[in-house]
């Protein structure tokens, strides 16, 4: 089989956040073959990924047998060494790399979960995240959440915090799990003061307290925490978990599938944290580029629930009862219509 064409557009997605999730947001990655068949992948970057996809990664993939997919991970790092290694350039090769899986799978008629060793047939326990407070039928349809805590700013973050914490653990009752995500905008001083403080409030873990490339002060987070704390949602490549993992900074890794390196990259930051005894909890885990990974390779599964705007993505599996299951489709399972994909202006 040899690759015939590497196609990439930004589809339109009207409900997407307001924020760089739109400017520079997820992109469709189709790699066609000469035998017919088309791998899909999801990358990111926007239009700035897919001219990478347009102008570097097509080129050095036209032609090639699309199975050896590591080395061809390995020729297109190599290739975007010069202006890639974290950012765009890997949310790009993300895309390809899950769209060479997606072959994979379809070439031998067989789910990428059952490529890496595991199962379709498994109720994969979920959580949602929350912005503001669950509403009932939330409470009815999840077992766990996660709170977003931008909203707590002001004159003093530490007790807006403190107090949403407690109000969302009053509202979900002991019988639901409770995460927070700070999503880097604590310093080290006040990610220590909210540790202290919600001791008593059942929290499994605080996600991304810091910015993601403050080593030091995570270092220190971690001398002193006792509620495990998880990210690695804006960190790159195996080689970019490696000081994650081997300094123990998170306690929980979370790499994003679709922006990391793709799962190429993911089963490599398993691997790496299975054996140093970290636990893995990918980005939106529960989105079926994620979620095939999980299922195979995860011994306490937790799916994140996944981006509602992701709309161009058919086949996607709903959460119910707060679990999820895989389908038997080959490859990923997704389902893309591009004759009704309508693309952000400048896709090619
Ligand atoms: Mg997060």
Redesign the pocket.
């Known amino acids: 089989m040899r690759i015939t064409d590497v196609r990439a557009i930004q589809p339109v997605a009207p409900n997407s956040p307001n924020d760089w999730r739109t400017s520079l947001g997820q992109i469709l990655v189709a790699v066609d073959t000469d035998a017919g068949l088309t791998g899909y992948g999801v990358g990111g970057g926007g239009l700035a990924g897919v001219h990478v996809v347009a102008t570097v990664l097509r080129d050095l993939l036209l032609e090639r047998d699309p199975d050896p997919v590591e080395q061809l991970w390995d020729q297109m790092y190599a290739h975007t060494l010069a202006f890639g290694q974290k950012g765009i350039a890997i949310m790009a090769i993300s895309g390809v790399d899950l769209a060479l899986w997606d072959l994979r799978g379809k070439a031998c008629d067989t789910p990428v979960a059952g490529l890496l060793g595991g199962r379709t047939d498994l109720e994969i326990p979920t959580y949602t995240?929350l912005w503001d407070d669950p509403t009932d039928a939330q409470l009815d349809q999840h077992r766990a959440f996660?709170m977003?805590l931008e909203r707590c700013t002001g004159e003093d973050p530490v007790a807006a915090v403190v107090t949403a914490v407690r109000r969302a653990r009053e509202r979900l009752g002991a019988e639901h799990q409770l995460m927070i995500?700070a999503?880097m905008r604590w310093d080290l001083e006040t990610a220590l003061a909210v540790e202290q403080a919600i001791r008593g409030s059942a929290v499994e873990w605080i996600?991304?307290p810091l910015p993601a490339d403050d080593l030091q002060g995570y270092r220190q987070l971690q001398n002193q925490a006792s509620i495990p704390i998880?990210?690695g949602?804006h960190e790159f490549t195996a080689a970019g978990f490696r000081p994650l993992i081997d300094e123990r900074l998170h306690d929980i890794l979370?790499p994003d599938v679709c922006w990391c390196g793709g799962l190429t990259q993911l089963v490599q930051i398993y691997e790496s944290a299975l054996a140093a005894g970290l636990r893995v909890c990918p980005?939106r885990g529960a989105e079926l580029w994620g979620l095939h990974a999980v299922a195979a390779l995860d011994p306490q599964p937790l799916a994140?629930s996944g981006r509602p705007w992701m709309t161009w993505v058919g086949g996607q599996p709903p959460i119910q009862d707060g679990v999820i299951r895989l389908t038997d489709r080959p490859g990923f399972g997704a389902v893309i219509d591009e004759d009704n994909l309508p693309a952000v202006s400048g896709s090619c």
Do not use: C
């Open positions: 995240t996660k977003h995500d999503w996600e991304e998880a990210g949602e979370q980005h994140e």
